[in-house]
C-alpha cells in the first residue's frame, strides 16, 4: 500500500481510531500493529508476507538462542552468524542472484569462450526487502555484542520488524530506539500527534507536488537525451536530485510523522542534505539511517580511520561499495557507490573536512554548497541512468550538444524547478528546525490565521498541482 494512494487515506484513520479507542493497552496495540502492518505490506502481494516473517522468526529465534548459550562464545558465533547468513541469502536471491549469474556467464564466454547455460530466477523484487533485512541483522549484532537485551515477547518484536509507517522505505531503526517504544505502555500526546500531521503535510508536498511534478521532465529528458540541448540536460540533471530528494526525504516525513500519530518515535533520516558544505557533510545528513548502519556495522568492524591512510580508503571504498549493492543489482549502483567513495577519499586527503559546523548553514558558505551539489549531481545522473551506456551518452551530451535551452519541450521543467525553488527556499529558512512546516511561534506565522492559511494551501496544492502519481523511488531497494 503507498502513501500516496486512496487506500492509505482510509487505512490510516481507521487504523488511528481503533489503536486509541478499541485495542487499549500495550500487548492489545501491539497486537494491532502487527496485523495492520501485514495488511498494509501484503497489499503489494501477498507473498512477501512469508519472506517478512521468516526475517522475523530467525531473527527472534536467534536472540533467544543466543542469550541461552551466553557463556559459549562458539556457540554465540555460530548462532549470529547462521542467522546473518540465513536473511543475507534471503536478500540475495531475491535481489542479487540474477545480477551476478549474467556478470559470471558474460565473464567466463569472453575470458575461455566458455558458454554456460545457467538459469536466471523469474522472480519479483519484494517491497523495502533491504529496509527490513538490515534491521533485523542489526537486532542479531546487537545482541550479539551485549548492547541490546533480548526480548521474549514475539509480539512485540514482530511490531518492531514489521511496523508499517517505515516498513517499506526506512527509517532503517535499532533495536535501541524503536523496540523499548513496544514495550511500554503509550498515551495519546496531542502536540506530538499535531506535529506529526504537519510533518506528514510537508512530506506529501516535497512528493506529490515536488517530486512527482519533476519527475515529468526527467522521464522526458532521459526518454532521448540525444534530442536535449546541453542546458536541457544540465536542467534535467538538476531537477532529478531535487526529484529524489523530494520523493525520499518526503517518504521519511510522512513515515515520522505518522508514526507519532501512535506515540512512537523515529530518527530522523535527512537533515536538509542539499545544505552541505562538502561531501562528508552531506553523507551526515542524507539517508542518515542507512549511513549511521554501515558505519556501526560495516566501516568501523573493518578498523575505520584507525589503521592508516590506505586502511581508512580501502574501508571507505568497501563502505560506498556495499551503499551502491545496496541499492541495486546493477552496475550503475556499483560506479555510484566507488564515485562516492574517490569524492570521500579525496576529502581526508585535502583535510576540507574540519569544516567548523557553526559556518555550515549560513550564506558565507553558499559557495561550498553549490560545490557540493553538483558533485552530488553528477552522482544522481549515474544512479538515475538505466545502463552505464545510457550515462555516458547523457554526459557527452551535457558537455557537447551546446544550444539553448528547448522551453517547448521542456514546459513542465519549468513548474518543476519553481516548485523546486518553493521547497528549498522554505527548507531553507526553517532549517534549523525538524522540518519545514515546524513554524515560529512569533511574527506572522504565530497567527493561527495564518498557519492554517498555509496549511489549506498545501492540501490545495496536493489536490490540484501535481503531477502524475508515481510510485516512491526507495520501494524497489
Known amino acids: 500500500m503507498r502513501f500516496n494512494s486512496f487506500e492509505f487515506l482510509i487505512f490510516l484513520p481507521v487504523v488511528f481510531l481503533l489503536y486509541w479507542h478499541i485495542f487499549r493497552g500495550r500487548r492489545w496495540q501491539n497486537l494491532l500493529i502487527v496485523v495492520v502492518s501485514y495488511v498494509f505490506y501484503g497489499w503489494w502481494d501477498w507473498r512477501f508476507l512469508f519472506l517478512i516473517a521468516a526475517t522475523s522468526l530467525s531473527s527472534f529465534g536467534s536472540g533467544l538462542l543466543l542469550e541461552r548459550y551466553e557463556n559459549h562464545p562458539r556457540w554465540r558465533k555460530l548462532i549470529s552468524g547462521s542467522n546473518i547468513i540465513f536473511n543475507l541469502a534471503i536478500l540475495g536471491t531475491f535481489k542479487y542472484y540474477n545480477f551476478f549469474v549474467e556478470n559470471l556467464e558474460a565473464l567466463l564466454r569472453a575470458t575461455m569462450g566458455y558458454q554456460l547455460d545457467w538459469v536466471t530466477l523469474n522472480v519479483v523484487l519484494p517491497v523495502g526487502i533491504s529496509f527490513y533485512t538490515f534491521q533485523a541483522l542489526s537486532y542479531t549484532i546487537d545482541v550479539y555484542r551485549k548492547d541490546v537485551p533480548v526480548t521474549r515477547n514475539v509480539v512485540e518484536f514482530f511490531a518492531f520488524i514489521s511496523f508499517f509507517p517505515q516498513l517499506v522505505a526506512g527509517p532503517i531503526e535499532r533495536a535501541k530506539n524503536l523496540l523499548p517504544q513496544f514495550q511500554r505502555d503509550r498515551r495519546f500526546d496531542y502536540v506530538q500527534a499535531v506535529d506529526g500531521c504537519r510533518q506528514m503535510l510537508w512530506g506529501f508536498f516535497k512528493k506529490v507536488v515536488v517530486a512527482d511534478t519533476c519527475a515529468l521532465a526527467v522521464d522526458?529528458?532521459?526518454?532521448?537525451?540525444?534530442?536535449?540541448?546541453?542546458?536541457?540536460?544540465?536542467?534535467?540533471?538538476?531537477?532529478?536530485?531535487?526529484?529524489?530528494?523530494?520523493?525520499?526525504?518526503?517518504?521519511?516525513?510522512?513515515?515520522?510523522?505518522?508514526?507519532?500519530?501512535?506515540?512512537?518515535?523515529?530518527?530522523?533520516?535527512?537533515?536538509?542534505?542539499?545544505?552541505?558544505?562538502?561531501?562528508?557533510?552531506?553523507?551526515?545528513?542524507?539517508?542518515?539511517?542507512?549511513?549511521?548502519?554501515?558505519?556501526?556495522?560495516?566501516?568501523?568492524?573493518?578498523?575505520?580511520?584507525?589503521?592508516?591512510?590506505?586502511?581508512?580508503?580501502?574501508?571507505?571504498?568497501?563502505?560506498?561499495?556495499?551503499?551502491?549493492?545496496?541499492?541495486?543489482?546493477?552496475?550503475?549502483?556499483?560506479?555510484w557507490g566507488l564515485y562516492h567513495a574517490a569524492l570521500m577519499i579525496a576529502l581526508r586527503r585535502r583535510r576540507l573536512s574540519k569544516t567548523s559546523t557553526s559556518e555550515r548553514g549560513s550564506m558565507r558558505s553558499l559557495p561550498a554548497m553549490a560545490g557540493t551539489f553538483a558533485l552530488v549531481t553528477l552522482g544522481w545522473m549515474l544512479f538515475r541512468a538505466p545502463s552505464v551506456s545510457a550515462f555516458g551518452l547523457y554526459l557527452t551530451q551535457l558537455f557537447t550538444a551546446g544550444g539553448l535551452l528547448d522551453y517547448h519541450s521542456l514546459t513542465l521543467g519549468k513548474t518543476a524547478l519553481l516548485w523546486s525553488l518553493v521547497l528549498l527556499s522554505a527548507e531553507w529558512l526553517n532549517r534549523h528546525r525538524p522540518h519545514a512546516l515546524t513554524l515560529p511561534s512569533r511574527g506572522l506565522f504565530g497567527h493561527r490565521t495564518a498557519r492554517w492559511g498555509l496549511y489549506y494551501l498545501l492540501l490545495a496544492l496536493l489536490l490540484f498541482c501535481h503531477g502524475q502519481q508515481q510510485a516512491f523511488i526507495y520501494f524497489q531497494f
Not at 534530442?227 to 530528494?245: R, T, W
Request: hydrophobic share 50%; proline share 3%; with cysteine.
Open 220 to 335: 522526458m529528458v532521459w526518454a532521448a537525451p540525444g534530442q536535449y540541448s546541453s542546458l536541457a540536460l544540465a536542467v534535467g540533471a538538476v531537477l532529478f536530485s531535487i526529484q529524489i530528494y523530494g520523493d525520499f526525504s518526503g517518504y521519511s516525513d510522512i513515515a515520522v510523522g505518522c508514526a507519532r500519530l501512535f506515540g512512537i518515535r523515529l530518527m530522523q533520516n535527512f537533515r536538509y542534505p542539499y545544505f552541505a558544505t562538502d561531501i562528508a557533510d552531506f553523507w551526515r545528513r542524507w539517508h542518515i539511517s542507512l549511513m549511521t548502519w554501515l558505519r556501526d556495522y560495516v566501516y568501523i568492524p573493518l578498523g575505520g580511520n584507525r589503521r592508516g591512510a590506505r586502511r581508512t580508503a580501502l574501508n571507505t571504498v568497501l563502505v560506498f561499495l556495499v551503499s551502491g549493492l545496496w541499492h541495486g543489482a546493477a552496475w550503475t549502483f556499483v560506479l
